[in-house]
């Protein structure tokens, strides 16, 4: 990092001598500071954290102001001039400039591109003209409450709606109620054409705040291990100061009731917190429950509208919010003063970004917290090894929750060995064991959640005669098989085309098509049990706002029987009941070239799991595998997260992978595959003898696992490092600026090897 800034970060507007020239960190590549003039008209204005629109190069970018200074490094003749004045405030304070300058810093990236990466692109871009829909009341409230009894039965979510309007006041978008009420847009419209509602457009950023009328909800008493819990929390807030709490606590043992009460401590001395769950997670009974316990919440997500996110962010920014939910990027949330962050699922690999910045929120809410002098809570039923390792040695505080609520038992997990299945011919999509427990489980009019990490209908299209596999004609990636349509789609860049009748290479008349996904398991399970009976959730179904919502309704009152998915019905749901959760292939991420292939496995299998036996009634959990004696699995079987973390923990100490290393990734893309392999070769041969010295172990340069994306050659290397010092200094190395038609991406703690 430039070590200007230093000289010049100190240096505040609106001195009798204002400076005549600003530091401005740009978002590019480029890791240094660039001094520009500031116009007559404009001085005394330009201050620390505004962003200001500058020339660079032969084109003119937005860029952030980070210091002032009365001299610039190169002759005058050469500084050019501030065009224009975004902001006359500035739009980050100090305390964020600060958290971006050790971002970039530690995910090697330019100061620019870090402060860039801080703002929601709502904040960013001009005021567009989305609209919003208003509901208001068209009944009184004793009328809409008793409207709701007489429907309650055959109609639960219209009920949950009229309830839910009968407790506001005033107008309130259709969006937001629907969150309230659990419920979808199409309940909304149902109830308009009955008299119950009225409906009006208007400009997005012209609707009620969140702050409308709940119903509150009274606290439930807590168990002994969370009352246990509590008073750890406590004793970190009486102390004050940065701490940092694991919670390792098993589904369904109340760890949002914690996050809950100790949200209550820190609002009531004045301070705020932020909660951030992963996007999947962000349902609308997950805020409904924040919003059933506090006044003043504020949600970050992608789903926002534009005007909505950028009025959600002002109202953080100005203190008229105490509790700020959202997915990663809330962990920039402007908070005036930052008491607690709670990191939910803190496992999570979508708490990573994958593009520059590439932060993950959880270490970036680690390293925020400490300068603001905050408490850090993570937790999750399947902590990962990382912030494991990190409470067993003393670094963190460990708060583990053994038993669910109510005591209600873990469900017993049965593995079934498909390798016995296939003796006499291919293995059926649904074991004959699954298939009896699904029939009985609907025969007592219970509910079943199968899940199955693959979408589409089949997954490879091969040629039994010459060996011909269809792949992306832009990755090198099989396409997937989807039914609807008779296409074959790359789940990488998004590449359609339709499926072959023949070979391309040998003309037989008759592909045949291999592996299962979603689709046809879906098609399996109507054919037996009707199509009301299931409801499918993936990235394919699930398209169009409120989809999400809608089939988790259907689900949750029992309009449908059977919820078919991807990883989206693994975690976060709690539905009493389902008592039968069936695990269709448990190797598809097992099977992955990946040093966390068994972890991301283990964790999938117990979050789903977990869905299981959340009611009086009990559960259990069948998983399907070819791999029926892999540890992985046996210890999801045994729901016993402490001795896999511990056989884990040791093979990765044994080839020195973190948490007994550091590990950075450098990728090099571009389109011509001779060029991308000399500029990775030339990328190692540069930091080949400084890594030797430091003690930086270097493996590769090689082709990636995936060789091309979206046209893109690929190869990498992976650095190990027993420090981050060490790390770093040899990242800091690398030219990242594109070069013959090349990038260089350096991905620092990367959780994807491929």
Request: charged share 25%.
């Amino acid at each position: 990092m430039n070590p200007e800034v230093e000289d010049c970060a100190g240096a505040l507007p609106g001195e009798p001598s204002a400076p005549e020239y600003a530091v401005v960190a740009v978002p590019t590549p480029v890791d240094r500071l660039f001094h520009y003039r500031i116009p007559p008209a404009l001085r005394g204005e330009v201050q620390v954290g505004a962003r200001v629109r500058v020339p660079f190069g032969h084109r003119e970018i937005l860029g952030f102001c980070v210091g002032h200074a009365d001299t610039a490094p190169v002759a005058d003749a050469q500084v050019r001039e501030i065009v224009r004045l975004v902001d006359r405030a500035p739009i980050l304070d100090g305390r964020m400039l600060e958290l971006a300058r050790w971002m970039a810093e530690y995910y090697c990236c330019s100061w620019g591109e870090a402060l860039e990466g801080m703002l929601p692109g709502a904040v960013k871009r001009p005021t567009s003209a989305d609209t919003v829909l208003l509901v208001k009341a068209a009944r009184a409230p004793e009328e809409l409450r008793a409207r709701a009894e007489s429907v309650s039965a055959r109609a639960p979510r219209q009920a949950r709606v009229l309830r839910a309007l009968a407790g506001t006041t005033g107008e309130i978008s259709a969006r937001d109620l629907a969150a309230l009420a659990q419920a979808d847009y199409g309940v909304i419209r149902t109830l308009e054409r009955a008299g119950d509602l009225r409906l009006r457009r208007v400009p997005a950023g012209k609707e009620p705040s969140l702050e409308f009328a709940v119903e509150r909800a009274e606290p439930p008493p807590p168990t002994p291990e969370q009352a246990a819990a509590l008073a750890c929390i406590e004793r970190a807030l009486a102390r004050g100061g940065f701490h940092v709490i694991l919670i390792h606590g098993v589904t369904g043992s109340g760890k949002t009731e914690i996050y809950i009460r100790a949200l209550e401590r820190v609002v009531a001395s004045g301070r705020q917190g932020i909660v951030l769950v992963p996007e999947i997670a962000l349902t609308p009974q997950t805020v409904a429950r924040f919003k059933a316990r506090f006044e003043r919440v504020c949600i970050l997500h992608s789903d926002l509208t534009d005007r909505r996110r950028r009025a959600q962010w002002r109202l953080i920014r100005e203190g008229r919010a105490d509790v700020v939910i959202g997915a990663r990027s809330a962990v920039f949330a402007p908070t005036p003063s930052l008491g607690l962050l709670v990191v939910d699922e803190e496992h999570e690999p979508s708490f990573k970004q994958q593009s520059v910045p590439r932060y993950h929120a959880r270490d970036v809410g680690i390293w925020r917290a400490r300068q603001e002098g905050a408490l850090v809570i993570l937790g999750s039923a399947t902590p990962s090894l990382e912030s494991y390792h990190n409470a067993r040695s003393g670094k963190y505080e460990l708060i583990t929750l053994q038993h669910r609520v109510g005591n209600l038992p873990l469900p017993p997990v049965e593995i079934l060995d498909m390798t016995a299945e296939a003796t006499h011919g291919p293995a059926p999509l649904l074991s004959r064991r699954l298939s009896i427990a699904v029939e009985s489980a609907l025969a007592r009019n219970e509910q079943v959640i199968l899940f199955l990490n693959r979408r589409g209908y089949h997954t490879r299209v091969v040629c039994p005669r010459c060996g011909f596999v269809l792949k992306c004609p832009r990755c090198d990636v099989s396409l997937t098989y989807h039914r609807g349509g008779h296409r074959a789609v790359c789940h990488y860049c998004g590449h359609e085309q339709g499926a072959p009748e023949s070979c391309p290479g040998c003309n037989l008349p008759r592909l045949r098509y291999q592996g299962t996904g979603t689709q046809r398991i879906e098609e399996e399970i109507v054919r037996r049990f009707g199509r009301e009976a299931v409801a499918r959730m993936d990235s394919d179904s699930m398209r169009g706002w409120g989809k999400y919502e809608e089939t988790l309704c259907r689900f949750r009152d029992g309009e449908t029987r059977i919820l078919l998915g991807t990883q989206m019905v693994a975690k976060g749901h709690d539905f009493p009941n389902v008592t039968l959760v069936g695990v269709v292939n448990a190797d598809v991420i097992l099977d992955m070239p990946d040093f966390r292939a068994a972890e991301r496995t283990f964790q999938l299998l117990a979050q789903v799991a977990g869905r299981a036996g959340r009611g009086e009634r009990g559960g259990r959990v069948m998983i399907q595998t070819l791999s029926p004696r892999h540890p992985c699995i046996l210890f999801a079987r045994d729901h016993d997260y402490i001795r896999f973390a511990e056989h884990e923990l040791r093979s990765r100490k044994a080839h020195g992978y973190p948490p007994f290393s550091r590990l950075a990734r450098v990728l090099v893309e571009g389109k011509d595959p001779a060029a991308v392999r000399a500029r990775a070769e030339e990328v190692a041969d540069r930091i080949r003898d400084l890594a030797a010295a430091r003690g930086v172990q270097m493996l590769g340069p090689a082709e990636a696992p995936i060789g091309r994306i979206k046209g893109r050659h690929r190869w990498h290397l992976i650095l190990k490092a027993g420090g981050v010092a060490a790390l770093r200094e040899v990242l800091g190395a690398i030219e990242r600026r594109r070069a013959k038609g090349t990038q260089v991406i350096v991905d620092v703690d990367p959780v994807g090897m491929l």
